[in-house]
């Protein structure tokens, strides 16, 4: 089983649309999650954070259940812009575990 | 915000060849830095980490000996791709962090072709 589990995607989705990523973790003791994005032959960038309270930052919402070692994200109000591969991150001390990414595509 | 560079972006070699990539953290030390390689549409997968000053510890399934990491500074990592071959050829980036930090920053990754 792999450590970070991710939706395979891709997703494509028509602008102004509603969309929304899961990932499932397998180490119980994973300490800290973040969501990033990343563009074809680019570099990944943090998005956001995720903590069990969940958190927002505009348009996108990040949740975290613990208990059932599950991560989401939510993207309203899709734009163009938002056309990337979303990453699930995991972290344990230094260790920081990457889903394969979710294809996301936002057409006119 | 943290900067992290990384030369060259691309690099095109012969099988056989060695090849150099550096990791700079350019407005911070980096006390950790992390090497990453990503096959086409594929995830990023951990090949070692480095600490200033020691020696690098490489994922299962590395080789160390094939693939040279250097931390000798806070603010430089290098590895080198020892005797590359085609299937070398891959996506290769590093991340930094610094003490207390939680967050890594990335670098904008090398572009590896081994012909």
């Known amino acids: 089983r792999k450590e970070v589990e991710q939706d395979p995607g891709p997703f494509n989705v028509p602008e102004g649309a509603t969309v929304a990523f899961n990932c499932t973790y397998s180490?119980?003791?994973?300490?800290?999650f973040f969501w990033y994005r990343q563009d074809c032959r680019k570099e990944p960038k943090l998005l956001m954070s995720?903590?069990?309270s969940g958190n927002e930052d505009g348009r996108f919402t990040a949740q975290l259940n613990r208990a059932s070692q599950y991560i989401s994200l939510l993207i309203r109000d899709s734009k163009l812009s938002d056309s990337a591969t979303y990453l699930c991150?995991?972290?344990?001390?230094?260790?920081?575990?990457f889903g394969a990414g979710t294809r996301l595509t936002v057409k006119p | 915000g943290a900067v992290v560079s990384q030369h060259p972006s691309r690099v095109i070699c012969k099988s056989g060849t060695s090849v150099k990539i550096e990791c700079r953290s350019l407005?911070?030390?980096?006390?950790?830095m992390f090497w990453y390689r990503q096959f086409p549409k594929k995830s990023l997968m951990l090949m070692a980490t480095?600490?200033?000053?020691?020696?690098?510890?490489?994922e299962q399934g590395v080789e160390k000996d094939k693939f040279l990491i250097n931390h000798a500074s806070l603010t430089l990592s290098t590895l080198t791709v020892t005797s590359a071959h085609p299937e070398d050829s891959s996506f290769y980036i590093c991340?930094?962090?610094?003490?207390?930090?939680?967050?890594?920053?990335f670098g904008p990754g090398t572009r590896l072709t081994v012909l």
């Open positions: 180490n119980s003791a994973s300490q800290s």
């Open positions: 407005d911070f030390q980096a006390t950790t």
């Open positions: 991150v995991v972290k344990r001390f230094n260790d920081m575990r």
């Open positions: 991340s930094a962090r610094t003490s207390g930090w939680d967050e890594q920053f």
């Open positions: 995720v903590y069990s």
């Open positions: 480095s600490n200033e000053g020691s020696k690098a510890t490489y």
